[in-house]
């Protein structure tokens, strides 16, 4: 078991360009999660699947964000037409084994537009 | 609107002693509270978990208090070591789980 998987760690584009993360959740853990996190914030929520299916999305997912799980392993998020304040890092987190309550996390992938 | 708030952005501790860390929620609905520990260039690490049908869990050094009537959590640390030096993060979940939401996180610096 190695753990909840990011890449890239990190990302530097600039505005208006397009950007795509993945994450390779924790073998058999069928939810799989995606936060964002500003500098001095906590994380906050934005998506989550169980197994392919896409069961909730905040309001903070807008419509230039999509996030995708074809074969309920692993997930994309990809931003489009990024901004300034698209700046953050992304989270990725996993569970379902035993419990769907604690999440585990990944080292997360850091982006910066400039 | 914040539903969990961590109102203390930094503490500071001798080592040995014991480090208190406080969280306030909001909503009701929350049935599950969680402390993660975060060092920097990281993600989030799970560090200690309670059920709102239980008022404390232990684990090891690391004791989470819950007072649902005040809807306040407390994590102690207890001794403190200078590799606890991290930011905290409160969380809370309702239903069995589905998003977590975080409070603002609090700083711990442990001094040798």
């Known amino acids: 078991d190695t753990g909840v998987s990011q890449n890239p760690r990190h990302k530097i584009t600039k505005r208006g360009q397009n950007v795509t993360f993945r994450c390779d959740p924790i073998?058999?853990?069928?939810?799989l999660y995606w936060y964002r996190q500003t500098l001095g914030q906590g994380p906050e929520f934005l998506t989550y699947?169980?197994?392919?299916?896409?069961?909730?999305k905040s309001r903070l997912l807008s419509d230039r964000f999509s996030a995708e799980r074809p074969k309920g392993s692993f997930s994309t998020l990809e931003i489009q037409r990024t901004e300034q304040g698209d700046s953050a890092m992304y989270l990725c987190?996993?569970?379902?084994?035993?419990?769907?309550?604690?999440?585990?996390f990944g080292p997360g992938t850091r982006l910066t537009v400039l | 609107d914040q539903q969990v708030k961590q109102n203390s952005p930094s503490l500071s501790v001798q080592e040995g002693r014991i480090s208190i860390l406080n969280c306030d929620y909001t909503?009701?609905?929350?049935?599950?509270f969680l402390w993660y520990k975060k060092y920097p260039a990281e993600g989030p690490t799970f560090l200690i978990s309670?059920?709102?049908?239980?008022d404390k869990n232990e684990d090891g050094r690391f004791t989470v208090f819950l007072n649902k009537s005040a809807k306040h959590l407390s994590l102690h640390i207890v001794p403190s070591q200078p590799g606890d030096s991290a930011v905290y993060f409160c969380a809370a979940s309702a239903n069995q789980g589905n998003m977590l939401t975080f409070g603002g996180g609090t700083r711990l610096m442990v001094k040798p």
């Open positions: 309670i059920s709102s049908i239980k």
């Open positions: 073998s058999e853990h069928n939810r």
């Open positions: 909503n009701s609905m929350f049935d599950y």
């Open positions: 987190a996993s569970n379902g084994q035993v419990t769907y309550n604690e999440q585990f």
């Open positions: 699947f169980q197994n392919e299916a896409q069961l909730e």
